[in-house]
Nanobody
Framework: QVQLVESGGGLVQPGGSLRLSCAAS????????MNWYRQAPGKPLALVAA???????NYADSVKGRFTISRDNAKNTVYLQMNSLRPEDTAVYYC??????????????WGQGTQVTVSS
């Protein structure tokens, strides 16, 4: 069993910053890619940023240069630093991780989501 717990969402003014965190816990042997997705009202789920266990990153074009994904493998935690936030960044943000359990079973795990609202 694996749990992903997100934190750090909230209300911020345009141009402001937020830092999201997502900590994985449970019977974890290793974690592969860790990703952040978001879903805005009336829109489909979309990949925001991804990071491999080696530290390679990938970003959606809409957030390049503003968001930074990072991870602490010792803490099984992934972060999303969001700067220069815009109203169109408003969404529920979800953490996702590809987890290898101690039982050698692979899981595609998701967090519960955290609301980010950018508004004046």
């Amino acid at each position: 069993q694996v749990q992903l717990v997100e934190s750090g969402g909230g209300l911020v003014q345009p141009g402001g910053s937020l830092r999201l965190s997502c900590a994985a816990s449970g019977s974890i042997l290793s974690i592969g890619a860790m990703n952040w997705y978001r879903q805005a009202p009336g829109k489909p789920l979309a990949l925001v940023a991804a990071i491999t266990n080696g530290g390679s990153t990938n970003y959606a074009d809409s957030v390049k240069g503003r968001f930074t994904i990072s991870r602490d493998n010792a803490k099984n935690t992934v972060y999303l630093q969001m700067n220069s936030l815009r109203p169109e960044d408003t969404a529920v943000y979800y953490c996702n991780a590809k987890v290898l359990l101690l039982s050698l079973r692979e899981l595609d795990s998701w967090g519960q989501g955290t609301q980010v609202t950018v508004s004046s």
